[in-house]
């Protein structure tokens, strides 16, 4: 029995796993041996390749393509339009499919429409990638990331808003009273 809804556009292949909840709109195809978790919202017109793997409450907006090699974990939310790379030097005659590169995107992150994360390169807790963005390196836990090529110019809370540090290392998310703790480059939640 199915536990999720789809679209009657959608083309869901034999062999992959949909959990409870999760809901697939127009025109999308997730293809097997792919793991999708419960409680996942998939948009128009997007792709999930085989052995793909996305946590719990994962929000895919349209036209991406999740390709094979990419992990997201739980919360994650993938913007309209954005990229994911799963090769490093592409060429339409030479077939490289057993050197698909690793991409993680960690729990709670966010990447916004248009920015296009390199193969190999992990997405940090709780980062943020801006719009347009062109990610060519690791991304830290909280780390909010701009630009082409993509720059860390802050870090972020878990609600999403910027975080200002004082003079002891220490921030307050505005929304939700959190407080973080800056050290040695690397932020945490207390």
Partial sequence: MKNYSAHESAVIDEGCSIGEGTK???FSH???DCKIGEKCNIGQNVVISPGVVLGKNVKVQN???IYTGVICEDDVFLGPSMVFTNIINPRSAIIRRDQYSKTKVKKGASIGANAT???G???GRYAFIGAGAVVTREVPDY???VGNPGKQTGWMSEFGH???FNEQGQAECPESGGLYR???NKVSKL
């Fill in 182 to 184: 800056i050290e040695n």
């Fill in 30 to 32: 997730i293809m097997p």
């Fill in 117 to 119: 994360i390199v193969c």
């Fill in 143 to 145: 780390a909010l990331v």
């Fill in 121 to 123: 390169n992990d997405i």
């Fill in 162 to 164: 910027r975080l200002n």
């Fill in 63 to 65: 036209n991406v393509s």
């Fill in 24 to 26: 697939i709109w127009h």
